[in-house]
């Protein structure tokens, strides 16, 4: 069985000690901008833009638009002025910060043993910093940055760790590959409690005594996780996405994850089909946006209306070639999904508790209730972002 393993980097693969790294890294910053903003005033916006950040729930900003759309008017300043003097920082001062961080013994063993293990191992830490100061801190742990799937940072990730759909996005750029999902990481709340809340398994670095959040399936040092999972039973740490939370989530992340894999390839590349009978990520993106609009947005309505309602599953399938799914453009339909999307989510996410059991009728699945539904569209993402991310894939990989 595969195993998708998820590692928090920070006191999990460094000695990193943020309560004092932050401070060092935030004085470091703010030194290094002095000639062109008053320290306390950078500061001050700095740390209100990463709080910006953390509430984020948008999928359709990256963090780091969230952060630069408050930071440079917070400045003054036009982010032409500074971005410069910024990159200038990631690349010549912050790898001296090392020395506030130290390497974790057998963390190299670790990563040996998880990447030639057949699993999909990606780096889930927070994505509030740049992808060059990620890297930074993964070679001062002593691991090649490249060796991973995936790394979060801000510039294309869209939620912090305080959302399950940060751990729905990170799935979903790895292909919401099939089979059990592990994630291991420090942090009491931001690892274990919110991936939890997403369906996840998880395995606590133990800290502080009484961090233990009582909700993870291991416990212990790195070393012991390796143990731990050899003698585990792994179809244990199969994912269950049918919460409310992990629903949401799932919802909420998946306009942000189509958009990436929109946003890598060429328009020629959109229009490809695989093999006969696979969808092109123009068809993809068109009929996610039309069954957001015409197809999840009635279900809603109807089960909203009255208790029990009938809950009718149109044939979407021939909407493809009905419709010339080929002839459109995919980015726009992507950002016509996400704008669909979040107004979808505006209406579901205030709806009181009572709501999410309210039973209702479905045309395919029978006897059902509003949470089942709307599980039901997340699995409808989560096969269609399948689609997406092999035929993505496979168009890089010819590239190459």
Same mark, same amino acid.
């Given at each position: 069985?595969?195993?998708?393993?998820?590692?928090?980097?920070?006191?999990?693969?460094?000695?990193?000690?943020?309560?004092?790294?932050?401070?060092?890294?935030?004085?470091?910053l703010a030194d290094h901008v002095c000639g062109h903003v008053p320290s306390e005033k950078f500061l001050r916006a700095l740390i209100n833009?990463?709080?910006?950040?953390? +509430?984020n729930e948008d999928p359709r900003l990256t963090l780091r638009e969230v952060f630069e759309s408050?930071? !440079?008017?917070?400045?003054?300043?036009?982010?032409?002025?500074? %971005? &410069?003097?910024?990159?200038?920082? !990631?690349?010549?001062?912050? *790898?001296?910060?090392?020395? &506030?961080?130290?390497?974790? *013994? =057998?963390?190299?063993?670790?990563v040996d043993w998880a990447t030639t293990s057949a699993m999909q191992v990606a780096i889930a830490t927070d994505p509030l910093? *740049?992808?060059?100061?990620?890297?930074?801190?993964?070679? /001062?742990?002593?691991? $090649?940055? +490249?060796?991973?799937?995936?790394?979060?940072?801000?510039? $294309?990730? &869209?939620?912090?760790?305080? &959302? *399950?759909?940060?751990?729905?996005?990170?799935?979903?750029?790895? =292909? /919401?590959?099939?089979?059990?999902?592990?994630?291991?990481?420090? $942090?009491?709340?931001?690892?274990?409690?919110?991936?939890?809340?997403?369906?996840?398994?998880?395995?606590?670095?133990?800290?502080?005594?009484?961090?233990?959040? =009582?909700?993870?399936?291991? %416990?212990?040092?790195?070393s012991d996780a390796r143990l731990w999972l050899e003698s585990s039973d792994q179809s244990a740490l199969e994912p269950s996405f049918t919460s409310r939370d992990a629903v949401l989530g799932i919802l909420e992340s998946t306009p942000a994850v189509l958009n990436h894999f929109l946003g890598l390839l060429n328009e020629d590349d959109?229009?490809?089909?695989?093999a006969r009978g696979d969808w092109a990520m123009n068809e993809i993106a068109c009929h996610l946006?039309?069954? +957001? %609009?015409?197809?999840?947005?009635?279900?809603? $309505?109807?089960?909203?209306?009255?208790?029990?309602?009938?809950?009718?599953?149109?044939?979407?399938?021939? /909407?493809?070639?009905?419709?010339?799914?080929?002839?459109?453009?995919?980015?726009?339909? =992507?950002? +016509?999904?996400?704008?669909a999307r979040v107004e979808l989510l505006a209406r579901v996410k205030s709806l009181p508790e009572e709501v999410w059991s309210r039973p209702a009728r479905h045309a395919i699945f029978g006897p059902t209730n509003f949470c089942e539904v709307l599980g039901f569209m997340a699995d409808h993402d989560r096969l269609h972002l399948q689609q997406a991310w092999k035929a993505t894939q496979t168009l890089l990989g010819e590239r190459v």
């Amino acid at each position: 069985m595969s195993l998708t393993l998820l590692l928090d980097l920070d006191d999990t693969l460094l000695n990193t000690n943020l309560q004092a790294f932050m401070p060092a890294y935030f004085q470091a910053l703010a030194d290094h901008v002095c000639g062109h903003v008053p320290s306390e005033k950078f500061l001050r916006a700095l740390i209100n833009g990463v709080n910006r950040m953390n +509430e984020n729930e948008d999928p359709r900003l990256t963090l780091r638009e969230v952060f630069e759309s408050y930071f !440079y008017p917070a400045l003054g300043i036009p982010s032409s002025e500074l %971005r &410069h003097v910024l990159e200038d920082f !990631y690349d010549r001062v912050f *790898p001296a910060l090392h020395s &506030h961080t130290s390497p974790i *013994p =057998g963390v190299s063993d670790f990563v040996d043993w998880a990447t030639t293990s057949a699993m999909q191992v990606a780096i889930a830490t927070d994505p509030l910093f *740049p992808i060059k100061a990620t890297y930074h801190r993964l070679r /001062w742990a002593g691991l $090649d940055p +490249e060796r991973f799937q995936l790394v979060s940072a801000f510039e $294309d990730f &869209h939620f912090s760790k305080s &959302h *399950p759909a940060y751990y729905a996005e990170v799935l979903g750029r790895m =292909g /919401w590959q099939d089979g059990s999902i592990l994630m291991v990481g420090n $942090d009491a709340t931001r690892d274990v409690l919110s991936a939890h809340r997403l369906g996840l398994k998880t395995f606590l670095i133990e800290g502080e005594a009484g961090s233990n959040p =009582g909700v993870e399936a291991g %416990r212990g040092r790195l070393s012991d996780a390796r143990l731990w999972l050899e003698s585990s039973d792994q179809s244990a740490l199969e994912p269950s996405f049918t919460s409310r939370d992990a629903v949401l989530g799932i919802l909420e992340s998946t306009p942000a994850v189509l958009n990436h894999f929109l946003g890598l390839l060429n328009e020629d590349d959109l229009k490809r089909e695989q093999a006969r009978g696979d969808w092109a990520m123009n068809e993809i993106a068109c009929h996610l946006r039309d069954t +957001e %609009r015409e197809v999840h947005a009635l279900q809603l $309505d109807l089960m909203l209306e009255k208790v029990d309602a009938f809950i009718p599953r149109p044939e979407t399938s021939v /909407w493809a070639s009905e419709r010339d799914y080929l002839l459109e453009n995919a980015c726009a339909a =992507g950002v +016509e999904f996400a704008n669909a999307r979040v107004e979808l989510l505006a209406r579901v996410k205030s709806l009181p508790e009572e709501v999410w059991s309210r039973p209702a009728r479905h045309a395919i699945f029978g006897p059902t209730n509003f949470c089942e539904v709307l599980g039901f569209m997340a699995d409808h993402d989560r096969l269609h972002l399948q689609q997406a991310w092999k035929a993505t894939q496979t168009l890089l990989g010819e590239r190459v």
